[in-house]
């Protein structure tokens, strides 16, 4: 007996194509919350938002957007060179020598603790919480949680204990890592998209049209970075800040809706992942 999709279980048919366009960093500064907040409430085509708790705006994004599908983008990093924030908690693996946040993925994996990831990423979510957010999902900044094994148990153990879905990477490089990413959220009950888009560092609005036209049935998640233009955004992202500036035009295109439309893609958010996992 074929096993039901995750889009019939979602009430749709089995070829439906759903499509979740999240708008990542939340918090990460102010022109990203003003951004992120004109493509929820007048944009054309983005459904959730995932917040960066540590982050210095991350307060004011909780009070502009707490109505909408929020996720916690669960932060372990702190790239920019001259632009750096601290974990919640103490853990000594958590930080660097000037006691900020590891800048790359590679010195977060080689560096981290379990124990202290586990601690600073459940702090973020009960922040979140805090702050009045009706957290939707988790995802992971710069992939750090679904990278290594020990830390991608910790992503399900707080995806079950919060009773929320994840955001998971595509199947293909789930299989290249090896340790069973996506058979081991199912048997936890942890519900997470079908397949992935993975644009950065491309344009959203390109990546959009070559990918739209065969998107496979099912649920697929995408993501954007949108920020603001200005001296900000200029100041503390000297390398991709023309492709933030433009993910916030693109996010506002209603001609990239337009082309959802024409290929029958339904939009919708990691609310409703959420709702069927709890009520699972």
């Not at 702090?123 to 992939?143: C, K, P, S, Y």
Request: charged letters at 25%; hydrophobic letters at 40%.
């Amino acid at each position: 007996m074929a096993q039901t999709s995750l889009a019939e279980r979602l009430g749709y048919g089995a070829d439906d194509r759903l499509l979740i366009v999240n708008c990542d960093d939340l918090g990460s500064s102010h022109g990203a919350n003003a951004a992120i907040h004109r493509a929820l409430v007048y944009g054309a085509i983005s459904t959730s938002a995932s917040l960066m708790v540590p982050c210095p705006w991350a307060r004011e994004a909780a009070c502009l957007l707490k109505p909408f599908p929020i996720g916690v983008h669960l932060t372990l990093t702190s790239e920019y060179a001259g632009y750096r924030w601290r974990g919640l908690t103490e853990g000594a693996s958590l930080h660097d020598s000037e006691g900020f946040l590891w800048p790359t993925n590679p010195a977060a994996l080689a560096q981290l603790r379990a124990a202290d990831a586990h601690a600073e990423c459940h702090a973020q979510i009960a922040t979140a919480l805090a702050w009045g957010i009706d957290v939707t999902h988790l995802d992971t900044h710069m992939n750090v949680l679904q990278d290594r094994s020990d830390l991608f148990d910790i992503y399900l153990d707080l995806a079950a204990e919060f009773r929320l879905p994840v955001r998971m990477l595509s199947p293909e490089h789930t299989d290249r890592q090896g340790f069973d990413a996506r058979a081991r959220a199912r048997a936890k009950g942890i519900i997470c998209n079908d397949h992935m888009i993975d644009q950065w560092p491309k344009f959203t609005r390109d990546m959009l049209a070559q990918e739209i036209p065969g998107l496979p049935p099912g649920v697929t998640a995408t993501y954007a970075h949108p920020v603001e233009e200005g001296t900000e955004l200029r100041a503390y992202d000297r390398h991709s800040a023309d492709l933030r500036a433009d993910d916030a035009e693109c996010l506002m295109d209603t001609g990239v809706a337009t082309l959802l439309e024409r290929h029958n893609v339904t939009r919708i958010s990691f609310r409703e992942l959420r709702e069927l996992q709890r009520a699972s």
